[in-house]
C-alpha cells in the first residue's frame, strides 16, 4: 500500500552505486565469490594515525554533540588544508561541515532550491545529482555529452540550456564516472557562462588528490571572478580512505549560503559525529605520505585496468586522468544474447560470470557500464578475465 508515502518518496530512485555494493556484499556472504568492481570506496584501510585521532578522541570523552556546522578545529584544519593545498582563503565562518561530501551538496540543494528552480548537470553525472536536486522541488536540466569530445560539457550546448530558471550548475571534476579532469579551457568556457548569467556554480572536488600522470588539478573557485560565486564540496572520504567516518563540508564566501545550510543541518542531523570530526582533523593537519602512496596504487591499478579493457573485444574506454572508475563502453554488446542495454550488461556480467559493476543509466548513459578500480590488481586481473570470456562467451 502507497498510500502513506509522499509523492517524493514515491518519485525518489535510490543510490544505483550503493544498491550494486549491497548486491556485491549479500552475494559474498552466501559464499558466491563475485569480484566488485561495483564499490566506489578506497579498499585500503584508514591510515593509523587517523584511526588512532579517533581512538583518543572517545578517551578524552568528544562523544557528545558538538556545534551543529562542525568544531572549530576542524574548520581551521579545512580552512588550511585549502590554503596550503590551492592557495585559496576561506574563513572558518565559511565553512560547514556536514555528514559526508553528499550530506553537504544535499544542504546546497535545499538551501538554494525553490520549486521549479533548474539546475545544470552535465552528463554522464554521479547519480545523485538529479535526485538530490528533484527532492529539492528543484528540476535537473541534464545536457549530454560526446564520448569523442571526452565527455566534456560543450559551452554552446550549455548556452542553450540556460533559461531564466537556471539558478546553478554543478561539476564534477574528476568526475564520477567517467575519471575525466576538466581542461582549463573548459573551466575558464564554464566561469564566462555563470558570469554572463549570474549562475552560482557547485564544485564537487571530492578526487582532487586522485589524479593521475601529469594531469593538473585547480579548484573551480581559484579561477578568476569565481570564488564569489562557487560552492566548493569536498570531504575526507576519498583521499583518506575514511568513507564510514561521515565527513564532508563545504566552503563558500557565501555566509548565508551557510547560515541556511547551518540552519538545515540544526534541524535533521545536529552535528557530524564528534569522533570522526577529530579523525578528520588529523587526515587534514597529519602527515601527508600515506596519501600520495594510495595515489600511485590507483595509478598504477589504472593503468592495469585501462589495458584489460581496450584489448577486450566489444569494449572499450577513455583513459581516467582522475578518480577510481573506468566508464566502458559496451554498446558493440547491444543485440547478442538479448541484450538491449547497460542494465543487461551489468546483470548478465553479475549473474553469469560473479562480476559486479554498475550499470551506465542511472549515470546518463545506457551504453557504458561502471567499472570501479579501487580493488587490488589481483582482483582486477582475475574480474577482468571473467569480463573477457563472457563478451567471448556472446554470440
Ligand atoms: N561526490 C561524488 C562525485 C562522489 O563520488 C561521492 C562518493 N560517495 C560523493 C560526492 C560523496 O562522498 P562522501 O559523502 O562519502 O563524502
Ligand atoms: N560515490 C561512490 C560511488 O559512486 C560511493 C557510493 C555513493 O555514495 O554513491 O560509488
Redesign the pocket.
Known amino acids: 500500500m502507497t498510500k502513506w508515502l509522499s509523492q517524493r518518496a514515491l518519485q525518489l530512485k535510490p543510490s544505483a ?1 550503493l544498491a550494486i555494493s549491497a548486491k556485491e556484499k549479500e552475494l559474498k556472504s552466501k559464499g558466491i565469490d563475485v569480484i566488485g568492481f561495483g564499490a ?2 578506497p579498499d585500503f584501510p584508514t591510515p593509523a594515525h587517523i584511526r588512532e585521532a579517533a581512538k583518543q578522541s572517545i578517551e578524552r570523552g568528544e562523544t557528545f554533540y558538538t556545534p551543529v556546522g562542525g568544531t572549530p578545529e576542524l574548520k581551521k584544519a579545512i580552512v588550511h588544508r585549502i590554503s596550503q593545498d590551492y592557495q585559496l582563503s576561506y574563513e572558518p565562518e565559511e565553512i560547514l561541515v556536514s555528514c ?4 553537504s ?1 544535499y544542504n546546497i540543494f535545499q538551501a538554494i532550491l525553490d520549486p521549479g528552480d533548474e539546475v545544470l548537470v552535465f552528463a554522464p553525472f ?1 547519480v ?1 545529482y538529479p535526485e538530490m536536486i528533484a527532492l529539492s522541488g528543484g528540476v535537473p536540466v541534464l545536457i549530454p555529452s560526446q564520448e569523442k569530445d571526452f565527455f566534456l560539457p560543450d559551452g554552446a550546448r550549455v548556452e542553450a540550456a540556460i533559461t531564466r530558471r537556471t539558478k546553478a550548475m554543478i561539476i ?1 571534476s574528476p568526475s ?1 564516472p567517467t575519471g575525466i579532469l576538466y581542461p582549463q579551457e573548459t573551466l575558464h568556457q564554464l566561469a564566462g557562462l555563470a558570469e554572463k548569467h549570474d549562475l552560482l556554480v557547485i564544485s ?1 572536488e ?2 582532487d588528490k586522485l589524479i593521475y600522470d601529469d594531469a593538473k588539478f585547480r579548484p573551480f573557485p581559484s579561477i578568476p571572478g569565481m570564488k564569489d560565486r562557487s560552492i566548493l ?1 569536498n ?4 583521499t583518506y580512505a575514511m ?1 564510514g567516518f ?3 563540508y563545504l566552503a563558500t564566501t557565501n555566509r548565508l549560503i551557510v547560515k541556511a545550510a547551518t540552519d538545515l543541518q540544526s534541524q535533521s542531523t545536529s552535528n557530524p559525529s564528534n569522533p570522526a570530526q577529530a579523525a578528520s582533523i588529523e587526515a587534514l593537519q597529519g602527515p601527508q605520505n600515506e596519501v600520495e602512496v594510495m595515489r600511485k596504487i590507483f595509478e598504477q591499478r589504472r593503468n592495469l585496468m585501462f589495458n584489460l579493457i581496450n584489448e577486450t573485444d566489444g569494449l572499450s574506454a577513455l583513459k581516467p586522468q582522475g ?1 577510481f572508475y573506468a566508464f566502458v563502453n559496451v554498446s558493440a554488446l547491444a543485440g547478442k544474447n538479448g541484450i538491449t542495454d547497460s542494465g543487461d550488461v551489468a546483470k548478465y556480467l553479475l549473474e553469469r560470470h560473479h562480476v559486479a559493476c554498475v550499470p551506465g543509466g542511472p549515470f546518463g548513459s545506457n551504453e557504458h557500464i561502471r567499472l570501479s578500480f579501487a580493488t587490488s590488481e589481483e582482483k582486477i586481473s582475475e574480474g577482468m578475465a571473467r569480463i573477457q570470456k563472457a563478451c567471448r562467451d556472446l554470440k
Not at 100 to 103: D, L
Request: hydrophobic fraction near 30%; aromatic fraction near 8%; proline fraction near 0%.
Open positions: 552505486t566506489g570506496e559526508g561530501a553528499k550530506h551538496l554521479w545523485s564534477n564520477n564537487d571530492i578526487y564540496v570531504g575526507v572520504s576519498k568513507t561521515r565527513i564532508g578518480a
